[in-house]
């Protein structure tokens, strides 16, 4: 019992050294939305830009982005390629989790930089593989389109009614939020190596290393911010290879898929997309994973 409260006790004091970076992180982010949120929408919509649009603004942390762009995808004011590209290099919570660990900071350029770059490459390759495929969505005209309400609300702002007018209050919020993911994410891991022991989690993650990837992007799947939390965390401690993490977090987008499925009717264009997403993502993760045992 006293190494169960001792493994609890270093959960709650790792989770708790996090929490002023966390809300700096959110503080910053919050005003950057309740500032700029509308600007980015039409950004995104901007024929000039597309796809490269596309994945700079997915890589802005948190899922807003994601969820605008199925709304606008949805509308018809985009296509297939510029939203895999906003899906792939979304990271939802990732940047957040990883500013608050000094000792990674270092991490997030490189992984942003390579997300955006295989990013616009996933979306081009889309419109290449897909260019004969007739995207159904899209809406004929305001009167005649259920959607457009949810589209406008999107262009107005990401966070649609959870917005809170205090920036303050908002930032707080959402820290606490991902602060009791982390804290329940670090004490699974205490109590997974003190039963079973960190030499042979080590030797098992090793052992399976090349799937590390697909198994990282099963968890990428889970639609709310747990999949990234939870991939950064495993990152953070060594306990999966930079191209795992990259596959779950480029998959992950956060309520991306959920907003896409709600928006579009058209099922079978979700799911392509979704299996793109999740193909691509495995492919170049088990990739990187390779060359990184090259190194």
């Keep these: 019992m006293s190494e169960f409260l001792e493994v609890l006790l270093d959960a709650a004091i790792d989770t708790l050294k996090l929490v002023p970076f966390l809300f700096a992180a959110y503080l910053l982010l919050e005003y950057i939305e309740h500032k700029s949120s ?18 700079v603004l997915g890589c802005i942390p948190q899922c807003g982005m994601s969820v605008a762009a199925s709304h606008i995808f949805a509308s018809g004011a985009i296509g297939g390629g510029t939203l895999i590209a906003v899906f792939i290099s979304t990271s939802d919570e990732a940047i957040p989790v990883l500013l608050a660990n000094i000792k990674s900071a270092g991490v997030i350029l490189p992984l942003m930089l390579l997300k955006v770059a295989l990013a616009v490459a996933a979306g081009y390759l889309f419109n290449l593989l897909f260019r004969k495929v007739r995207f159904k969505g899209g809406h004929k005209g305001e009167d005649e389109c259920d959607q457009c309400e949810e589209i406008h609300e999107a262009h107005d702002h990401k966070c649609g009614d959870k917005c809170e007018s205090n920036i303050f209050v908002s930032a707080l919020k959402r820290s606490l939020s991902v602060i009791g993911f982390i804290f329940a994410v670090s004490l699974l891991m205490g109590v997974a190596v003190w039963l079973i022991g960190e030499e042979n989690i080590a030797a098992f993650a090793e052992k399976n290393r090349y799937l590390q990837p697909l198994v990282a992007a099963l968890i990428g799947l889970i639609p709310n911010c747990a999949s990234s939390v939870i991939l950064t965390e495993l990152l953070v401690n060594g306990t999966i290879t930079f191209g795992a993490a990259f596959a779950g977090l480029s998959v992950g987008a956060g309520v991306g898929y959920a907003a896409l499925f709600a928006a579009n009717k058209h099922i079978k264009e979700n799911l392509l997309i979704l299996g793109y997403c999740f193909t691509f993502s495995v492919l170049v993760g088990m990739l990187i994973t390779a060359a990184e045992g090259l190194f």
């Design 38 to 55: 509308k600007k980015l929408s039409e950004f995104l919509t901007n024929s000039k830009f597309g796809v490269p649009g596309g994945a």
